[in-house]
C-alpha cells in the first residue's frame, strides 16, 4: 500500500507565492518520476511540473519561470514552489508518483485559489 499526503494549498493574492509539498509512505521501493498535476473547474487535468529520479524537471509552458519542482529522495517527498502566482493557477493540484512495475499512486489533491 503506497500513501500520498499532499499540503500547502490555501488561497493567495495573485503575485503571491504557496509552497506544495507531496510526502510518500508504504511500500516504496524506488521512485521513478514525481509530478504535480492539476485541474481547474471545467478543464481536464494537466501536467504542471515533474522530476526524474535524476533529477530531470519539465514544466508547462504556463508555469516556466514560476514555479520550481524539487524532490528530497531520502524523505520519499516532493515539493512545489510557487511564485508570481496569477487567477488562472487556481485549481486542484494533485500529486502523481511512479514506481517500478509500472505502478502509479496519485494523492488526494489540494486546493490552491489565487484571487485577483
Known amino acids: 500500500q503506497v500513501r500520498l499526503v499532499e499540503s500547502g494549498g490555501g488561497l493567495v493574492q495573485a503575485g503571491g507565492s504557496l509552497r506544495l509539498s507531496c510526502a510518500a509512505s508504504g511500500s516504496i521501493f524506488r521512485i521513478l518520476t514525481m509530478g504535480w498535476y492539476r485541474q481547474a473547474p471545467g478543464k481536464q487535468r494537466e501536467l504542471a511540473a515533474a522530476?526524474?529520479?535524476?533529477?530531470?524537471?519539465n514544466y508547462a509552458d504556463s508555469v516556466k519561470g514560476r514555479f520550481t519542482i524539487s524532490r528530497d529522495n531520502a524523505k520519499n517527498t516532493m515539493y512545489l514552489q510557487m511564485s508570481s502566482l496569477k487567477p488562472e493557477d487556481t485549481a486542484v493540484y494533485y500529486c502523481?508518483?511512479?514506481?517500478?512495475?509500472?505502478?502509479?499512486?496519485w494523492g488526494q489533491g489540494t486546493q490552491v485559489t489565487v484571487s485577483s
Open positions: 502523481r508518483i511512479t514506481l517500478t512495475q509500472s505502478r502509479e499512486y
Open positions: 522530476i526524474t529520479s535524476g533529477g530531470y524537471t
